[in-house]
Nanobody, 120 residues
Framework: QVQLVESGGGLVQPGGSLRLSCAASGSIFSIYTMGWYRQAPGKQRELVATITTLGSTNYADSVKGRFTISRGNAKNTVHLQMNSLKPEDTAVYYC??????????????WGQGTQVTVSS
């Protein structure tokens, strides 16, 4: 069983910062690309940022220069530092990871989501 658990969401004023974290646990042999996605009310889930095992990153145009994705030293964690937050960043943020487990099954796993609300 593989689990992704997110933390760090909340309410913040425009211009503020939040840091999201996600930890993967369970029967994990290897973790490949990890990333963050978000879904605002009435909209489709969209990519926010991804990071590979080698540290290559990819960002949505809407967050470039404001958000930074990183992986922890243990490589089973991923963080999203969000600065200069805007009301349009309000969404449920989901952690995603490409994982190979000990039964040789590889697939995409999702966390339960954490709410980020940017409002004055």
């Amino acid at each position: 069983q593989v689990q992704l658990v997110e933390s760090g969401g909340g309410l913040v004023q425009p211009g503020g910062s939040l840091r999201l974290s996600c930890a993967a646990s369970g029967s994990i042999f290897s973790i490949y690309t990890m990333g963050w996605y978000r879904q605002a009310p009435g909209k489709q889930r969209e990519l926010v940022a991804t990071i590979t095992t080698l540290g290559s990153t990819n960002y949505a145009d809407s967050v470039k220069g404001r958000f930074t994705i990183s992986r922890g030293n243990a490589k089973n964690t991923v963080h999203l530092q969000m600065n200069s937050l805007k009301p349009e960043d309000t969404a449920v943020y989901y952690c995603n990871a490409d994982i190979l487990d000990y039964t040789s099954n590889r697939g995409a796993y999702w966390g339960q989501g954490t709410q980020v609300t940017v409002s004055s």
